[in-house]
């Protein structure tokens, strides 16, 4: 057999467990919903961040707890804890994305990661006064 | 409509812009067609196409000028202006406002590739016409980007950066039809803080400087298969290539390093789709400089050659569409809006996906029949877009157009093979040739990897799928990149003891064997030296040395030290160096501001992390080996610099950081700030500060009455008070109202620092009134008066308190170990690519004049 060959099949072999391995490692965008009926199991959540409940974070007591609350694209809201800082411009944004997984003893979502999404961070939908 | 008259505006700059962007996007179609004529019809034409192109260069740096000048003349009439700029903003990030906004940057775009063209014109004779002809087709589309002509409601060309403010504004707002509507633009809307930043000043121009030299290797492979010269092109495409490959290789580094000076994610790398855009065409032209270089010196790997040259700038354009249609929204940190072009960017990726195959077919019959199908194509897109909204007929357009694309790359890829039978060399692993195929492939493997993620959204928007990126994206990407690096260090290492032709192959092995044990020995050192234990890491450490040191000694034992033909070996001792920066900075770095004022043991997630830590003004808390302070703060311009004094336990050493912070419409734009050494850095930043708003919200107790003589004490909860004097000489600033003023002198000894207040007590001819005195660092709000009761006249103090309202940062701040090894790896593989440029380029010169 051919070096050439067998390099070709070796590469495609490689191409096929990347494609398979980087399905397996990926997450899914879900709601509140599924992610609660898969305890421990990571997902992306994207959500409405609800301005009537209080955002709770208090540095002086813990720098490192930040909770409030979001409602997923099919309205079902939930206390979301965040082992970080609050964002800095959490205030400006309405739409948000939660990374993580739900902690089934307080049926919180504790998420690993947030991402925001602002009206205008780059370049957005101006008004004018 | 009645036509207003406008005032103040001053419509010249505007009128001269457009005029340039006119002239030069003519101008690149005259170009073009001229350098088409050249290469088809005859040579005379190509007088014209040069001369065009001048043309061409010279509108597109007006349009640049223009637009400098209304941003540096603050004429908010014009929307960039507006919308980027502002009256405070020095000269230099005026430059910067051209790459915050999408018109700027597809002009900044534009401006390199016709700064190429014009180096191409002056440096490359034979090859100039096809390339050319590329190259301007290009600009067309560039240019056509900031046209901003519109075409109904529905339909928009471009995008024009000189639009009036008051036309882009007229749906939204009322006073732009006042005629005088200038009167209350006195501001523009600023520039991004996050881009006030002098990496951000030169950062985004060599980046696309990098993505528009990735246009090189394009055009000349597209070039050779038009005009059937199939292998000369590669002596003058190969220094552009090299070039190409380290710009786009420091615009990455500096945007990573831009990210660890600036911006506070901590670290320089976060596999972000935005990131990773740009990574994957680098990695790809990287692959197609090695294989360049075997066709080059074989004739084999031909049809590997033309795709990986092809592929990097469809790869850079697909990137464009990433980051500039809004896909990427929910899974980038880097949040860009839709500008409404996304449907023009696509209809040009396809362009210039399909002009290989244009060049590729040289049958009439062939030609004609794609031509028809591509046009018809590209009419039935656009007829049913117009006409039909409806879901269905969208789904069925979305099908055709992928199945048409695969053809075009299937239909491709076969004329390759036919134009190119593959003549079955058997390829030895004693030639050299077959290291740097397997190298290549590698490198494309990496990218694959990297590319696939990073479409999640598209292949959602495709198959209407919702995966989402891994959640743990640094563990998932290196679960890959890991094994990868290791290969492609240990490719490095030895690929240059092969050579292509009669190598002594019992010579390379012992060459290979004696670095190899040099290299088992070194990093057995480095391993107690960093403290890193971990199989995986070691391997990847002894494959990076083994990289260094096999290539240091190919260069000094084989090439004698001659440095003009080491361009390969500096590069791969680069990369070994940047690989054990990259393993060490990553893998040892510590976050050490852990906080340890809360009791954890009853949050059930293990991963719960508490990076952050509190510092009151002026407590000291230990972080690791420092016993650290924030001792003030201070505002300087639009910042508030904090001052971090650390002091090393073990030592006398000591340093101050100021991590400084931008507070803007409630937004904290936290910038770090990192102490260097030679072996780690101390990365330092405020995540947060408290929120005064909120301080202030705070209610206050019962107030409690005190009956007080001067010299007299008060206990209170939250220190002393001490009654010093009454003063009865407080000057009256509303002298209609009082008629006299008393004010209690009051000294308050709070728990850590020393304050005075001054409640004052006012008689009027018929009544009286008190002014409160409130201290919030102390917690104490203090109401004096003064009454008369059976004819003793006695003061009185109504003292409330709450929680004091302490100053405070969280910090986190974490050591990176030996990131230097990374700087200073990524500049020796930079000077390598340099190296080895010139002496391709001289390669090339020579042929010429022999």
């Known amino acids: 057999m051919k070096t050439i060959n067998i390099i070709i099949l070796i590469v495609i072999a490689v191409s096929i467990a990347i494609f398979v391995s980087v399905y397996n490692d990926s997450s899914m965008y879900v709601d509140f919903n599924t992610a609660k009926n898969n305890p421990g199991k990571e997902y992306h959540i994207v959500g409405m961040l609800n301005r009537d409940k209080p955002m709770v974070y208090n540095p002086e007591s813990n720098p490192n707890h930040f909770e409030f609350y979001l409602k997923d694209s099919l309205g079902a809201e939930v206390k979301v804890i965040y082992s970080e800082p609050k964002p800095a411009d959490f205030d400006r944004s309405d739409k948000v994305v939660v990374i993580g997984k739900f902690n089934d003893a307080e049926g919180d979502f504790i998420a690993q990661k947030i991402l925001l999404k602002c009206p205008s961070k780059y370049e957005g939908k101006e008004t004018v006064k | ?850």
């Not at chain 2, 340039?20 to 196409?49: D, H, N, R, T």
């Not at chain 2, 014009?78 to 700027?104: D, N, R």
């Not at chain 2, 500096?254 to 990695?283: C, K, T």
């Not at chain 2, 018929?766 to 006249?793: C, L, R």
Request: glycine share 6%; aromatic share 14%.
């Open chain 2, 1 to 850: 409509m009645i036509e207003v008259a406008y005032t103040g505006e001053n419509l010249l700059p505007g009128n001269i812009g457009h005029f340039f962007v006119a002239l030069a996007f003519c101008a690149a179609i005259f170009s073009g067609i001229s350098y088409f004529l050249a290469v088809e019809k005859s040579e005379f034409w190509k007088k014209f196409g040069k001369i065009s192109f001048f043309v061409h260069t010279i509108s597109v740096a007006g349009i640049f000028i223009t637009l400098f000048f209304i941003i540096y003349g603050h004429y908010f009439e014009y929307k960039y202006a507006w919308q980027h700029s502002s009256k405070t903003l020095p000269w230099y990030y005026m430059l910067s406002c051209f790459w915050e906004g999408q018109e700027g940057s597809f002009l900044l775009w534009m401006f390199w590739n016709a700064i190429i063209g014009i180096l191409l014109i002056l440096k490359i004779k034979d090859w100039q016409s096809p390339v050319l002809a590329i190259v301007c087709i290009t600009q067309v589309v560039l240019s056509s980007m900031l046209l901003g002509i519109e075409i109904g409601d529905v339909f928009k060309i471009g995008s024009s950066p000189f639009s009036l403010l008051r036309d882009e504004m007229a749906g939204t707002s009322p006073i732009f039809r006042k005629s005088d509507y200038l009167i209350n633009i006195t501001d523009g809307r600023g520039l991004n803080p996050l881009l006030q930043n002098y990496w951000m000043v030169i950062h985004p121009p060599v980046l696309f400087f990098g993505f528009a030299s990735g246009l090189v290797p394009f055009a000349f492979a597209v070039a050779g298969l038009w005009t059937g010269k199939y292998k000369e092109w590669l002596k003058p495409a190969l220094p552009w290539t090299i070039i190409s490959v380290m710009l786009l290789g420091a615009g990455i580094i500096m945007g990573g390093f831009w990210a660890y000076e600036s911006l506070s994610f901590g670290g320089y790398w976060a596999w972000d789709p935005v990131e990773n855009a740009s990574l994957v065409p680098w990695l790809i032209l990287i692959a197609a400089l090695h294989i360049m270089i075997v066709y080059k010196n074989t004739g084999t790997s031909i049809i590997l050659t033309y795709i990986l040259s092809i592929v990097p700038f469809l790869l850079i354009l697909y990137a464009t569409f990433l980051t500039r249609s809004g896909i990427l929204g929910d899974s980038s940190v880097h949040s860009f809006t839709d500008l409404g072009l996304s449907g023009q960017l696509l209809v040009f990726m396809f362009l210039f996906y399909v002009l290989p195959l244009f060049a590729i077919i040289k049958s009439k019959a062939q030609k004609k029949w794609l031509h028809i199908s591509y046009w018809s194509f590209f009419i039935l897109n656009i007829t049913l877009s117009f006409i039909s909204k409806s879901d269905i007929v969208s789904e069925i357009i979305k099908w055709v157009n992928i199945s048409y694309f695969v053809a075009i790359g299937v239909w491709f890829v076969l004329y390759l093979f036919r134009t190119f039978p593959l003549s079955y060399t058997e390829e030895s692993f004693k030639n050299r040739s077959l290291w740097l195929f397997l190298g290549s492939l590698v490198l494309v493997i990496s990218a694959f990897q990297v590319i696939l993620v990073t479409s999640f959204p598209v292949i959602n928007k495709i198959f209407d799928t919702n995966i989402a990126p891994p959640t743990d994206a640094m563990t998932s990407y290196n679960k890959f990149q890991l094994p990868i690096a290791v290969i492609l260090a240990v490719l490095a290492a030895i690929s240059q003891f092969f050579k292509y032709k009669n190598t002594n192959i019992s010579k390379t092995l012992i060459h290979i064997f004696k670095n190899l044990v040099l290299s088992i020995i070194i990093t057995s050192a480095l391993m107690l030296v960093f403290k890193i234990y971990a199989v995986k890491y070691l391997i990847l450490m002894l494959a990076s040395v083994f990289a260094v040191l096999a290539n240091l000694s190919y260069f000094i034992e084989i090439l004698k030290g001659k440095i003009k033909v080491a361009g390969g070996s500096v590069a791969h001792i680069g990369f070994g160096l940047m690989l054990i920066g990259i393993l060490v900075s990553g893998e040892k770095k510590q976050v050490i501001s852990i906080n340890k004022t809360v009791n954890y043991t009853d949050v059930a997630d293990e991963k719960t992390k508490r990076e952050n830590v509190l510092l009151l003004k002026n407590d000291t808390v230990l972080m690791d080996k420092f016993k650290v302070v924030y001792t003030k703060d201070t505002v300087i311009g639009k910042n508030t610099h904090y001052r971090v004094k650390y002091k090393s336990i073990n030592s006398n050493e000591e340093f101050t950081l100021e991590p400084n912070a931008q507070i803007s419409n409630e937004q904290l734009m936290a910038n770090p700030d990192i102490k260097h050494y030679p072996t780690y850095d101390i990365y330092t930043y405020v995540s947060s500060i408290p929120d005064r708003e909120k301080q202030a919200a705070e209610p206050w107790g019962e107030p409690h009455t005190y009956k007080i003589k001067p010299g007299d004490t008060i206990l209170a909860e939250n220190g002393i008070i001490i009654f010093e004097s009454i003063d009865k000489n407080v000057k009256q600033q509303k002298t209609n109202i009082g008629n006299e003023m008393w004010a209690a002198n009051l000294k308050i000894i709070s728990k850590s620092k020393i304050y005075y207040a001054k409640p004052i007590f006012a008689i009027t001819k018929n009544s009286y009134y008190t002014i409160e005195d409130q201290i919030n660092e102390a917690g104490m709000k203090m109401v004096f008066y003064v009454k008369a009761e059976n004819g003793v006249v006695s003061a009185y103090i109504d003292l409330s308190e709450r929680p004091p309202v302490r100053d405070f940062i969280i910090l986190k701040a974490i050591v990176f170990p030996y990131i230097n090894l990374l700087w200073g790896g990524v500049i020796i593989m930079m000077a390598g690519f340099v190296i080895s440029a010139i002496k391709r380029s001289k390669d090339y010169r020579k042929t010429l004049e022999s």
